[in-house]
Nanobody, 121 residues
Framework: QVQLVESGGDLVQPGGSLRLSCAAS????????MGWYRQTPGKERELCAS???????NYADSVKGRFTISRDNAKKTVYLQMVSLKPEDTAVYYC???????????????WGRGTQVTVSS
């Protein structure tokens, strides 16, 4: 009932920048928390950044000062601006959105399919 479409992943050189986008659609009544996670082979998925409906933002220590999360509620879209990228930022990036459906006002939690970010020279 909720679809997430991510975009923006690419191959970039160290020190470069990328902007990821994740747009939600479907039977959505409200969106609460929006976040970006990343995962590399053999490791657990880890939180990069999250933003609540009230604008409270949380960053992982590894991305503080380099990544900026933002949201456009009218477009039901969350962004992740990444600068000063490092090879260790290479991962599949997933967006995660939590909210409420119109159908019975039930809560939902949805994941995107992921977008590959590769930082390499």
């Amino acid at each position: 009932q909720v679809q997430l479409v991510e975009s923006g992943g690419d191959l970039v050189q160290p020190g470069g920048s990328l902007r990821l986008s994740c747009a939600a659609s479907g039977n959505i009544f409200t969106i609460n928390v929006m976040g970006w996670y990343r995962q590399t082979p053999g490791k657990e998925r880890e939180l990069c950044a999250s933003i609540t409906g009230g604008g409270n933002i949380n960053y992982a220590d590894s991305v503080k000062g380099r990544f900026t999360i933002s949201r456009d509620n009218a477009k039901k879209t969350v962004y992740l601006q990444m600068v000063s990228l490092k090879p260790e930022d290479t991962a599949v990036y997933y967006c995660n959105i939590q909210g409420t459906l119109y159908s019975g006002y039930r809560p939902f939690l949805s994941w995107g399919r992921g977008t590959q970010v590769t930082v390499s020279s």
